[in-house]
């Protein structure tokens, strides 16, 4: 069980759905775009240095993204769906007898 595993655990303990995990992700993925945009500006007027600072937060950011990405994931495998009375398998999880082809 991996870390972001882990992250998704906690989050399903504490009542977080995947929805609010991909809402974030955007966000962190603006929030990236917006200081790559700061760094080039930064670079281009000042120099190299100077755009390190905007350019780690953006990494940061970034990486906050992917995380909440995959959290999310996650929590979609073990989410109840709206319209069905059971939860999700993972991809390629068994089926129960008879398979995915048994009529019900």
Known sequence: M??????ADRAAAVGKTAIEF?????????????????????????NWLWALIPAALAG?????SVSASLIATRLEKVEVRPNSSETTQPYGAAQGPGGWWRAS
């Open 60 to 64: 940061f950011s970034a990486f906050r």
């Open 2 to 7: 991996g870390w972001h595993d882990n992250l």
């Open 22 to 46: 991909r809402s974030a992700a955007q966000r962190k993925a603006d929030a990236t775009w917006v200081l790559l945009i700061i760094v080039g500006v930064i670079w281009f007027f000042l």
